[in-house]
């Protein structure tokens, strides 16, 4: 099965610079595969039947929802958990500054990227203008800004320590400084509004080259945004083709992982608990028909993992080191910064097995801090069975990440398996 090609997600990372982009994009193909687009203030009793497919975004947020056409008040639910947005450097406000001769826009950091990844790159602005009447633009500049770094003369000590200053050094220049400079007009001139009309933004850089294949056998890809667009299209991928089984599949991708989930558009808010809720009352359930369908639902927290960088395996554990192109990971912690239990790795292997697509455990070296994703927050909000899993990644959380060509389209088998209930 040809579930997904690595141009397709080359495609959606493309289309998805920045979370509200991702969330807008997976609503679109959706609703150009036949779900509805759900309005949160609106009631759902008619819109949500056994047999309907929805969509809603939520600010950079987006949850879709497959309803068997077999569903009753206390059918189970399926979720694909992701999240849409990376680290980046993003948009102050006052943005226009400058020195020297340069236009330089005022930038804060977003979560926790490689900074010298975003160094000598050309930068896109992309996100979303709200104009005073609270209508929402979204936006992207095209190649507007770049950090440079100093020159190596200027800065003999540059390779050994690379340590920016967070303010200081990594202001992007974005032009020659010329009289009546202002950012924000500029940005009002994307959305086709007034600089005046501009209440607010939320603009994050994103690397402006577009993704590419490349290696001697062009068996690599190269890519901003991998962690986490890989899971957001493996389930946008399963979703469009999904033939609905015996649970309820959903698709919830989540806004703000990056930075700790606490937002509304976050894991650790109540969008995906109220979805659910709202979906089995549409259905005729009650609060104890929900608290018997999550009992029997599973939720697959998909994230991008680690692969054993070639240069320095021994940050991995010894027995268990994970390759580019071995098939998507399963996570697994012991102090649940991963979800994943025994009942939750059989699922998993079923679900692979089924799919036809090998997989491989990620565990941590004990001296190696752990990451964490989604997983433990729905599992403890919503108390729905959970494992994590994701695409295996080199460089994660570089301006440009890196994976193999199969490994995506591996995960969206494996997707689509688990959101069918088929295993
Ligand atoms: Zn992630």
Known sequence: M?????????????????????AAEVARRLAAAG????????????????GARV?????????????????????PYRVLGAHTDSPALKLKPRPTIGGSGLLQAGVEIYGGPILASWFDRELDFAGRIVDTDGVQHLVRSGPWARVPHLAIHLDRDLNSGFSPDRQRDLQPILGVATPGDDIVGSLATLAGIAAEDVAGYDLVTVDTQPPRRFGIAGD?????????????????RAMESLETGSAIAVLAAFDHEEVGSESRSGAAGPL??????RVTAALGGGRADLARAI???????????????????????????????GGPLLKINAVQRYTTDAAGAALWGRVCRAADVPWQEFVSNNDVPCGSTIGPITATRLGIRTFDVGTPLLSMHSARELCHVDDPGRLAAAAAVFLAAAE
């Open 272 to 277: 995906l608990a109220d979805v659910l809720e």
């Open 55 to 75: 969509v809603l975004v939520r600010d950079g947020a987006v949850i879709a929802v497959a309803v068997p056409e077999s569903a009753s008040a206390t059918t």
């Open 35 to 50: 779900y509805a687009l759900l309005d949160e203030t609106a009631d759902w009793s008619d819109a949500v039947v056994p």
């Open 220 to 236: 690599l890809f190269a890519s901003p945004r991998l962690d986490n667009l890989t899971s957001v299209h493996a389930g946008l």
């Open 295 to 325: 009992a029997s639902s599973w939720c697959c927290s998909a994230d991008a993992g680690h692969a054993v960088h070639p240069n320095r395996p021994e940050m991995h554990d010894p027995a268990n080191r994970p390759v580019v192109g």
């Open 2 to 22: 040809v579930l997904s090609s690595i141009d397709d997600l080359a495609d959606f990372v493309t289309a998805s610079p920045g979370s509200y982009h991702a």
